[in-house]
């Protein structure tokens, strides 16, 4: 009999150790779940045509709620001919969110880069070129009206100096390309959160200074703006000082707007130093966790999925290992630095 008692209390523990084992399994936090209990968008750039596989396509919808287009949205890409707008990228990235209840941040209405031919090299007065800009964010922005969360509008205005650049737009339209756009897209997806997002712009400097000013301005005249993007393409060895980042937050959040980092990497030089992927994930740590002190942060996302998926390798020769999880998807410090972050700001 005492025999039967003890083994039943043995075979109890061993189940109940057996349970808690596979329950801790099974409700190990991905970025994913620590974000959604916390309501914040954590987002990662993708393409439409990985998504249709594994592990891209079930990597992406198990650890982020939020997805931004990375190329699919851009005018080159949408608007190829005169008259040709193609959108199965678009759809395929849409399509994807809505079947696994994320949100889209569609990438990017007016820029000087990923533009048409036949866009750059056209022979325009103001109004035609106007009306053209008019007709794609009309055309671009209606198709996919109430069904994404956050448009970036105007992406990449700004120089160093904090002037706005003499681009294609500034030269053939003027500086106010820029609040139209903004009303355009407003006008053809008024519930869309509509954002300008620019680089080296997210700590204290004169470029940062020139997109507060733009904002102030933008604003003072009733343009429906509501908020500016950090994109934060960093370097392990130097990233803007967390209380300038910080700072400029709170300076934004004072003119009513929001912010989020749009598009974080932090790249190392190749092969990776030793040590560097734990400066790396101090870097993602002190900037997520910037957002998260801030009150208007809504949305932290990276650009790209693995280092397999940057553009780094591409644009900067020699860099790479920018992202969190590397090429064969497994978790680098990086990531478990983001899910320590979240977890600390539950
Ligand atoms: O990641 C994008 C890459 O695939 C494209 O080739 C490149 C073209 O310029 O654009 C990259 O995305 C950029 C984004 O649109 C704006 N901010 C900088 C990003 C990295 O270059």
């Known amino acids: 009999m005492r025999f039967r008692i003890f083994g039943s209390i043995v075979i109890c523990v061993l189940v109940g150790f057996g349970a808690f084992g596979v329950s801790r399994w099974a409700f190990k936090p991905t970025l994913r779940s620590l974000a959604d209990a916390r309501g914040l968008d954590f987002g990662v750039s993708v393409g439409g045509s990985g998504l249709r596989t594994d592990p891209y396509g079930s990597t992406t919808a198990r650890e982020f709620n939020l997805v931004a287009t990375e190329n699919a949205l851009k005018f080159e890409p949408t608007h190829p001919n005169p008259d040709e707008y193609t959108f199965d990228e678009a759809d395929t990235i849409v399509e994807f969110a809505e079947a696994h209840g994320m949100s889209v941040e569609a990438h990017a209405l007016v820029w000087q880069n990923q533009n048409p031919d036949w866009l750059m090299n056209g022979d325009w007065t103001r109004e035609t070129l106007m009306d053209v800009l008019h007709d794609h964010i009309a055309t671009v922005v209606g198709r996919y009206r109430g069904r ?199």
């Open 148 to 346: 994404i969360k956050y448009w970036v509008v105007v992406n990449e205005a700004m120089t160093d100096e904090g002037v706005l650049a003499d681009n294609f737009w500034m030269q053939n339209i003027g500086p106010d390309y820029i609040e139209w756009a903004f009303r355009w897209a407003h006008e053809a997806d008024p519930d869309a959160v509509l954002l300008y997002n620019d680089f080296n712009a997210e700590g204290l400097n004169p470029k940062s200074g020139g997109v507060y000013n733009l904002m102030k301005d933008l604003l003072a005249k009733g343009v429906p703006v509501h908020g500016v993007g950090f994109q934060t393409h960093v370097y392990y060895v130097w990233s803007p000082p967390p209380a300038e980042i910080a700072a400029n937050m709170q300076r934004l959040n004072d003119l009513g707007l929001q912010v989020q980092i749009t598009e974080m990497d932090v790249r190392i030089d190749q092969p990776v130093p030793e040590g560097a992927l734990e400066m790396q994930a101090d870097i993602f740590r002190e900037v997520l966790g910037v957002c998260l002190e801030a009150e208007n942060c809504t949305a932290f996302s990276l650009w790209g999925l693995t280092d397999a998926h940057s553009w780094i390798p591409y644009f900067y020769e020699g860099w790479g290992s920018a992202l969190v999880l590397d090429g064969d998807y497994r978790p680098k410090p990086a990531y478990d630095a983001l899910i320590e972050t979240l977890e600390k700001h539950k």
